[in-house]
């Protein structure tokens, strides 16, 4: 990584014989994990489908979602129909620090936070400062969950988990921390692979910020830099309390089968998860984990009886590719292949970068236009950015 000044020999063989060069450290260690790992072996699992029926969708919108070659979503996902003035962009990342830190202060019921991680700067103290707050005058009507992932969120001495401990200390019963670990992490390969490096092999990467019934969806970490500098997306929904349970519940699901952080700073398997994830068998778990969160889609969609009044829906869509879950991306290529003529389809990402299954999906059906919004290449810490790695 050219910020660290890492380069290291690069001798390997290919089609035209071997090349001597230089890559850097992350990559030696990324080849490594390709070696160690033992090939991925993911039962068959067809997760494309909530419902073989359609569901109780009115008739006039039924008719819009025709109209725009769309009623198949309502086989996917769940759907949630919303009030479109509830919705609002955040615009600037002090903003999204500050409405998260009202939140934390003023919620009455939940907190649900989940991240990659929880920075360790003052910003970060008095969000949690907030929060321990918050329970204190609460008489033990607030409940408040954290999840975040293994590997980035125990990283270093002063850490996301050493933020978190004084709240678990004071209000064990009252808040949960769960540390996602990727089964793909295990056997030698754990004991190899440093702290940061060990990252590349598999993470926690949900961001899902909820506190009572307003949702916060976006790509933002909990720390400085996504406070202070680093533009991300952030969409506020308000006043969304069936969507809210829905998150509520995904989280919990993936807490379930995530590592549970004790008081004293210890990691222990959730009392309803029998099942380790780099101990145990790498497809028990996988499959024990797949069959939790697919299971919330299915009755989700099989208790929608009726649709409310709305002008807006939301599918909820999950990608877990090292759980042989490909929600997400199929319904995403989907929507490339369907698209009609003279649709637009705008794409925001921070980092652009189509698999190839995408790019086949727009080549081979130019229906419609695009339009692209991604960080400028200079960002990347790949390229001498900054970055948050």
């Known amino acids: 990584m050219k910020k660290y000044g890492w380069k290291w020999p690069k001798l390997f063989a290919d089609g035209n014989g071997v090349k001597l060069g230089m890559i850097s450290k992350m990559e030696v260690f990324r080849r490594l994990s390709v070696i160690l790992q033992k090939p991925e072996i993911i039962p068959h699992f067809q997760e494309t489908m909530v419902s073989n029926e359609k569901q109780n969708v009115p008739k006039s919108l039924a008719d819009e979602f025709d109209k725009f070659g769309l009623m198949w979503l309502h086989t996917f996902s769940p759907c949630f129909p919303l009030d479109g003035n509830k919705i609002s ?149 308000e006043d969304c309390g069936p969507l809210a349970d829905f998150y509520d519940g995904l989280v919990s699901r993936v807490s379930e089968f995530s590592l549970q952080l004790s008081k004293g700073g210890q990691v222990q398997l959730h009392s309803n998860w029998k099942c380790h994830p780099y101990k145990g068998k790498r497809e028990e778990f996988e499959s024990a984990a797949r069959d939790r969160v697919w299971g919330l889609y299915q009755s989700a969609t099989s208790q929608q009886q009726s649709f409310g009044a709305g002008d807006t829906w939301i599918f909820p869509l999950v990608e877990m590719g090292q759980l042989g879950f490909h929600h997400d991306s199929r319904v995403t290529k989907r929507l490339f292949e369907t698209a009609l003529p003279g649709s637009m389809i705008h794409l925001a990402t921070g980092y652009f970068n189509l698999t190839q299954d995408y790019t086949l999906s727009i080549v081979s059906h130019p229906a419609a236009a695009y339009s692209i919004l991604m960080a400028h290449p200079t960002v990347s810490i790949t390229m001498g950015g900054e970055g948050d790695w």
Do not use: W
């Open 89 to 237: 962009v955040i615009n600037e990342p002090s903003i999204f620090y500050k409405t998260v830190a009202e939140k934390c202060q003023t919620a009455k019921q939940r907190i649900t936070l989940a991240s990659l991680y929880l920075g360790t700067g003052h910003l970060e103290e008095q969000l949690v400062a907030a929060i321990g707050e918050n329970l204190r005058t609460s008489r033990g009507q607030l409940k408040v969950k954290v999840l975040l992932d293994y590997t980035r969120g125990t990283r270093g001495e002063h850490n996301s988990c050493r933020m978190l401990q004084p709240l678990l200390a004071q209000y064990q019963d009252l808040c949960q921390v769960s540390l996602y670990h990727t089964p793909a992490l295990r056997g030698i390969l754990r004991t190899l692979m440093p702290q940061r490096y060990n990252e590349v092999i598999g993470l926690q990467h949900m961001k899902v910020y909820l506190f009572d019934n307003s949702l916060l969806i976006s790509g933002a970490n909990l720390s400085n830099d996504y406070f202070t500098n680093r533009q991300d997306r952030y969409v506020l929904i």
